[in-house]
């Protein structure tokens, strides 16, 4: 079955510190790949995606990703992070489902930042 | 540029009462998609437009709701006598079918349902 998994439930880091956040994918092809964050209350906003080529994916808010076939995962980095940047982040698989597209989400990390 | 509106914002209602939600993508948009989210989960995919037809429905959208998208423009989502599982929020998203898949999420609906 089609899904995408994110290991962490909650994660912590000090502000200034780097960050990664794990996504962990399950298809028998590439799917389109993506990140999105959540404020709380908020709907979800975009930070990137990933369809083909290179395999490192810039994104807004100085986030990027990687995209590892060997592993089928698509992590989170950011080298930084700013106490704005605490929210709850999802990773969504785009699998084709019948003849139409839908997005599968993890269930989220939520990143708390300390000062 | 107006991004996706969702109203209410915010639904409080009595277990067995009917609401409806309101979405309005981005207007260039054919496509629509509702998920719904639950305390702690991701959104999970309820149904999904394109232009006006109603192109696939998940296993979670019961006979109690319905969607519709009339002119191919805004969309009502509909609960019939609502339970207290149905309490989450209810979000909306658009995406344009000549683009690259991005899809562009509203701000939600959050339900109550005492």
């Known amino acids: 079955a089609q899904s995408v998994t994110q290991p962490d439930i909650h994660i912590t880091v000090s502000e200034g510190a780097s960050l990664e956040l794990r996504c962990n994918y399950s298809?028998?092809?590439?799917?389109?790949l993506f990140w999105y964050v959540q404020s709380p209350g908020q709907g979800l906003q975009l930070l990137l995606k990933?369809?083909?080529?290179?395999?490192l994916v810039q994104g807004i808010k100085g986030f990027e990703a990687e995209f590892k076939r060997s592993q089928s995962s698509f992590n989170l980095r950011k080298p930084s992070v700013h106490w704005s940047d605490a929210a709850e982040y999802f990773c969504?698989?785009?699998?084709?489902?019948?003849?139409?597209?839908?997005?599968?989400f993890g269930k989220g990390t939520l990143l708390t930042v300390n000062p | 540029d107006t991004g996706v509106s969702q109203d209410p914002r915010h639904k409080i209602t009595k277990r067995g009462q009917n609401v409806t939600f309101r979405c309005d993508p981005i207007?260039?948009?054919?496509?629509l998609y509702w998920y719904r989210q639950t305390l702690g989960q991701g959104p999970e995919f309820l149904t999904y437009?394109?232009?006006?037809?109603?192109?696939?429905k998940s296993r979670l959208l019961s006979d109690r709701f319905s969607a519709e998208r009339p002119k191919g423009s805004f969309s009502t989502l509909e609960i019939q006598r609502t339970e207290q599982g149905d309490s989450a929020m209810y979000l909306c998203?658009?995406?344009?079918?000549?683009?690259?898949?991005?899809?562009?999420f509203g701000p939600g609906t959050r339900l109550t349902v005492t």
């Open positions: 998203a658009s995406s344009f079918s000549g683009s690259s898949y991005e899809q562009y």
């Open positions: 298809y028998g092809a590439t799917p389109y």
């Open positions: 990933y369809f083909s080529g290179d395999t």
């Open positions: 969504a698989g785009l699998f084709r489902g019948g003849s139409n597209y839908k997005l599968t």
């Open positions: 207007s260039e948009h054919n496509r």
């Open positions: 437009f394109q232009n006006e037809a109603q192109l696939e």
